[in-house]
Structures are given as C-alpha cells and as structure tokens.
C-alpha cells in the first residue's frame, strides 16, 4: 500500500503550475462543481460548512454562497494564496493551511466536502480523515464527496478511496445519494437528524 502524498508534493504541482487541474478553465471541473452543488438539498444554508482541500479557492468561492461560515483547508500555501485572493470579498470564509488526517480542526459542521482528495491519502489515512468527518458533524450534517474514478498514480484509486470513506462514515451516517459519471462519483451522506 502507498504512503499518502507528502505536502512537498503538492507545492511543486503549484510551482510549476499555478493551476495544475485547470479548475479555472475546465469544462470537467465545471461540470462537476455545478452537480455537485446540485446535490445539496435545494434552499438549504449552512451555518458551519468545512471545505477539505480547497486548492485555489474555485469550488470554495461558490460554495461560499450557501454558507454563513465556510473553512477552507488545504496542504500547500501556494494554492491558498489564490485562494485568498479569489475569496477576499467573501468574509465568511476562512482558509488555513492543513495536513490531514492528522491536521483535522476541530469544530462541529452541518456540511463537510472532500472533493478529490481521498485518492491523494492511503487507505489507513482515508479511514482516519473518515472517523473525523464522522465525528465532526452535527445531528442531520451532510457529508459530501468527490471523486475522480479516472485511471491515476496516486495511492488510492478514487473509487476505492470513495467506497473506504463510506463504509466508515455508514457508522454514522446514511447515504442519501451516489451518483456516478463516466469520470467521477459523488457521495452524499447524513447523520440522522435527532428526534
């Protein structure tokens, strides 16, 4: 099994590259953010949202506009200084640098996103991340991930890293939707509201 990916790797992408996804210009992260945010319960704001590798902020400033708070984490500095600036008029959100599992803030959401970072980690690691996010969320909090299940050279394949998350938030939570799409799976799961 592989070792997760170090942050060291993470700053080189953006130092060659300051957008090495393209989440700027892609037609597939396009696609991908607005169905993603479609899956969110229409109408519905969330108090406290936590935001699991944001990169250079795309997803985050949308997701910012159903949130009254949103923290953003993300590994490498170079990619939360675009961050920052795409998001600086938006003062609900907070970006901080974090190496997760192990960096994981504490706090209790009503929405936590992991969107493409899975398959960065090792399957131990990704159980870890999952036990947190698990815990981390309030009664009826909503859990949703990414991911891409595309052919890949990081430790854990993204369907492999999507079906491990599920199977440790299902302690916890109860899937409401799985979609997939030719290139991604998303997840969406949630603690039963208290009665």
């Not at 210009?25 to 108090?47: C, H, I, Q, V």
């Amino acid at each position: 099994m592989s070792d997760s990916w170090e942050p060291g790797v993470f700053e080189r992408l953006y130092a060659r590259d300051p957008d090495p996804w393209k989440f700027e210009t892609s037609a597939y992260e396009r696609d991908k953010y607005a169905e993603t945010l479609a899956l969110l319960p229409s109408g519905r704001r969330f108090a406290s949202a936590l935001e699991l590798g944001c990169s250079i902020g795309v997803f985050t400033s949308q997701l910012a506009q159903r949130c009254d708070s949103l923290t953003a984490l993300d590994v490498a500095e170079r990619a939360l200084e675009q961050a920052r600036l795409r998001c600086r008029d938006l003062p609900q959100v907070r970006l901080l640098r974090r190496h997760l599992p192990a960096g994981f803030p504490p706090g209790d959401h009503d929405l936590i996103v992991a969107a493409e970072i899975l398959y960065f980690l090792s399957e131990d690691d990704i159980s870890e991340l999952a036990a947190r996010i698990g815990a981390a969320l309030r009664p009826g909090g909503l859990v949703l991930l990414a991911n891409w299940t595309g052919a890949t050279d990081t430790p854990t394949s993204g369907e492999r890293a999507a079906e491990l998350c599920v199977d440790q938030l299902a302690r916890r939570c109860r899937s409401v939707a799985c979609q997939r799409r030719p290139l991604y799976r998303l997840d969406l799961l949630e603690v039963p509201p208290q009665r």
